[in-house]
């Protein structure tokens, strides 16, 4: 238990569907971030959310939406997507933004979608 | 900007060998070093961290790393590896300006 909690564990679904993927963190952090893992491709981070307000979007495409009610939830709304889409998608939480100061980042188990 | 270069994309070890997995780093102000672990079908745990201080870091699961400036390196070891170590490891780097670089990740394999 990393004190990061996503919903679902597992998704697919169709290129034409719009599906939500859910985060929750217990941990009282400020800060949360949504990565993407594809197979033997590096850590690709996303978004950066710092007390509820986006702080970086990594040109992300737009069939990609995050949203961040308040600070414990974040949410990645998808519509449209590529079968090349088709990942690992972590939330992660940190005290501060980024690693700031050494900040440890605390990963969620990840939600695999597969895009068909 | 940072960057990490983790050498050797999988490596290999026999149970009760020593682990190494090496870990270099490109950084221009004093970095903020991490090591994750991976197990299959989890997220990212961490191991352990160098921030300041001692250089010889102790993680979890009997694990330990060195800061090597003049090296810029970060090697995680541990004397014997066991089944249970097998996973995919990364390493990380950030800075006081906050943004942290994941390596691309070494897959270890522990052979009974």
């Known amino acids: 238990e990393t004190g990061v909690t996503q919903t679902p564990r597992h998704l697919v679904m169709g290129m034409t569907n719009k599906k939500s993927l859910k985060c929750e963190q217990h941990?009282?952090?400020?800060?949360m971030y949504w990565y993407k893992q594809s197979a033997k491709k590096p850590l690709e981070l996303m978004f950066v959310?710092?007390?509820?307000?986006?702080?970086e979007n990594n040109s992300v495409p737009s069939r990609f939406s995050p949203e961040c009610p308040n600070s414990s939830h974040l949410f990645l709304h998808l519509h449209t997507l590529q079968p090349e889409d088709s990942a690992l998608y972590l939330c992660?939480?940190?005290?501060?933004?980024?690693?700031?100061?050494?900040?440890?980042?605390?990963f969620g188990e990840g939600s695999w979608l597969t895009v068909v | 900007a940072q960057s990490v270069t983790q050498l050797g994309s999988h490596v290999s070890v026999s149970e009760g060998a020593l682990v190494l997995l090496r870990c270099n780093y490109s950084?221009?102000?004093?970095?903020?070093l991490f090591w994750y672990v991976q197990y299959p079908n989890q997220g990212l745990q961490l191991l352990l961290k160098?921030?300041?201080?001692?250089?010889l870091v102790k993680g979890i699961n009997g694990f330990e790393a060195e800061f090597k400036k003049s090296e810029t390196s970060f090697h995680l070891t541990k004397p014997s590896a066991h089944m249970s170590d097998a996973a995919e490891y990364f390493c990380?780097?950030?800075?006081?300006?906050?943004?942290?670089?994941f390596g691309a990740g070494t897959r270890l394999t522990v052979k009974p």
């Open positions: 992660a939480s940190s005290q501060e933004p980024r690693g700031e100061n050494g900040n440890t980042i605390y």
């Open positions: 941990l009282g952090h400020n800060a």
């Open positions: 959310y710092n007390f509820k307000e986006q702080t």
């Open positions: 950084s221009s102000v004093p970095p903020y």
């Open positions: 160098y921030t300041t201080g001692a250089t």
């Open positions: 990380a780097v950030s800075d006081q300006l906050g943004d942290m670089r």
